[in-house]
Nanobody, 115 residues
Framework: QVQLVESGGGLVQPGGSLRLSCVVS????????ISWHRQAPGKQRELVAV???????NYVDSVKGRVTISRDNAKNTVYLQMNSLKPEDTAVYYC?????????WGQGTRVTVSS
């Protein structure tokens, strides 16, 4: 059974930084891709960033230049480094792993950007 556990969320002031972690119960390199998504109150869940098994990355336009997705295969962990945070980044952040046939989601970690 694949499990993903996110951590690192919290309350941060505008302009601040957070690093989210997603620990995967399995080799991160065994998944086709692992992605971070977010869901703000009253809105649909959206893709934020994705990293493929080959290490390629992609980002939604609203976070480009402020967010970096990376992984540490030795720790089976994918990170989301978020800088210059804005109030509109407030959301529950989820990671998802896709192994070619199934999606696996974590339980989410809440990020609140507020002064």
């Amino acid at each position: 059974q694949v499990q993903l556990v996110e951590s690192g969320g919290g309350l941060v002031q505008p302009g601040g930084s957070l690093r989210l972690s997603c620990v995967v119960s399995g080799s991160t390199s065994s998944f086709h891709f692992i992605s971070w998504h977010r869901q703000a109150p009253g809105k649909q869940r959206e893709l934020v960033a994705v990293i493929t098994s080959g290490g390629s990355t992609n980002y939604v336009d609203s976070v480009k230049g402020r967010v970096t997705i990376s992984r540490d295969n030795a720790k089976n962990t994918v990170y989301l480094q978020m800088n210059s945070l804005k109030p509109e980044d407030t959301a529950v952040y989820y990671c998802k792993a896709f192994n070619g046939s199934n999606d696996y989601w974590g339980q989410g970690t809440r990020v609140t950007v507020s002064s």
